[in-house]
């Protein structure tokens, strides 16, 4: 029964609150960014990270099945988006060693929690 509990909106969704949860911790942490990348990389990282949720919403308001999994491919590419600047921003000195583990061990769940929600919807659809 517990598996089965009834998605009635999309805040229904762990996958979305967990990646609400981490764009917020993306824009807290981006705070610390120097203030030229403001148009930049940090720029860049909060649009990664706030498209991830906001995919799973709109696909999901969009009340099919199809467009649904559409806009869950588009969340998985912000969470590769995101996943490329976070390494950039720790290659150059932006994120520390133990933010950016952070913050990947989270995008890495979410992204196994995005798949797992795609393979529901669309059971049958071809393997990335």
Known sequence: ????????????????????????????????????????????????AISIPSNIAEGHGRGSQSAFASHLDIALGSAAELE?????????????QENHVSLLAELTEITRMLYGLLNKVQPNRHAH
């Open 1 to 48: 029964m517990e598996d089965q509990q009834k998605i009635r909106g999309f805040k229904d969704l762990i996958v979305w609150q967990r990646s609400v949860a981490l764009a917020v911790k993306i824009y807290q942490i981006t705070r610390t960014f120097p203030r030229e990348e403001i148009y930049g990389l940090t720029s860049q990282i909060r649009r990664a």
């Open 84 to 96: 490329t600047q976070l390494e950039i921003a720790l290659k150059i000195g932006y994120l520390s």
